[in-house]
């Protein structure tokens, strides 16, 4: 019997699970309960997925790794990955857009579980509401300038301050079960630093500013990590990095980008995908992964998380930045050029 991917698949769990990978791993069954069926729902149920697999705990990524070792190698673009070296030391960047004309906002976030918790997808709410409070105590310690409101999502809250229930990849996986209990955001009092609390992993920790300054919204994510390391332990593996849900944000955890307005690029989609893709960078619609670019307005972001430091990140996306406004800046666009 063959494995029940769609033919139109592309993803690539289908493309690295072959039908004698899966029946040696089809019996196996973690600590806490967690199998490669389950791990592969979603991309059974989504045949557009590109990867198709999300993990229930740190134990899937060693039971699993002989399928998920080519997955992970494939798409982060490294070799056999040695020990992940992290270096989130602060940058000094100038600005990537002094004119302030191309460059709408900036937002870093990293993703984090903690330890002795199963990941979104492998949780009770019982669990959930468990993990809630542990973070709830954490943020207690923010010091100024990082402390602020957490705000649970099964009291009233303002809806502008949501962040969406999981697209229906996620919903495959499990990671929606409950929504939007155990769930909530964190803002700190200036709005700097969020943190999402029970989307796809257990935490996303963000930075973000309307503004042009790379590396301040950087360290000041930095920052609030050093605080944060202190009183929660995050799952961590020596080669691949801190440990996700979806192994597309292994290593670093970290997307570094911008909202970025490109009404010239907006028209030649071949160039601005060749400048992305020669720095390494993702394109996403203004409203997050999987939607529309709107009124010219592109995110723009790195696209590897692992084989890379977090300062390797920030570097790259500042000079991948340059050249598209060079570009922009350059291009004519049928004989008119936006300036
Ligand atoms: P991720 O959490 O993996 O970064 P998404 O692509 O879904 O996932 O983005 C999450 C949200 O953050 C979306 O609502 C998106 O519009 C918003 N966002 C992303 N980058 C920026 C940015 N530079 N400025 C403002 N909002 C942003
Ligand atoms: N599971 C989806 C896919 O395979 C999304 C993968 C990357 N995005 C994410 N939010 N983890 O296409």
Redesign the pocket.
Known sequence: MSLPFAVSSKSLIKKHLSQDTYKRLETLVTASGFTLEKAIQSGIANPDSSIGIYLGDAESYELFSDVLTPVIEDYHGVAKPQIHQADFSPVKLSDPDPEKKYI????V?V?RNIENYNFTCHLSLQERKCLEQDVIEALQVLPAGLAGTYHSFEGEVDKSLL??KGDRFQEAAGINSDFPKGRGIFYSEDTRFRI?LG??DHL?L?S?E?STDLANVYNHLGQALIFLEKHLKFIKDNRYGYLTTCPT?LGTSM?A???IRLRNLAENRILLREIVDRHQLQL??????N?EVEDCVF?I?NKRRLGLSEKAIITGLYSGLLAIIDAEKTLVNNGEVYV
């Open positions: 709408l906002s900036t937002r976030r993703a962040f969406k999402w989307e796809e996303r963000i973000q309307s944000n997307r980008g911008v909202h996403r619609g203004t409203g997050g992964e939607t995110d972001s």
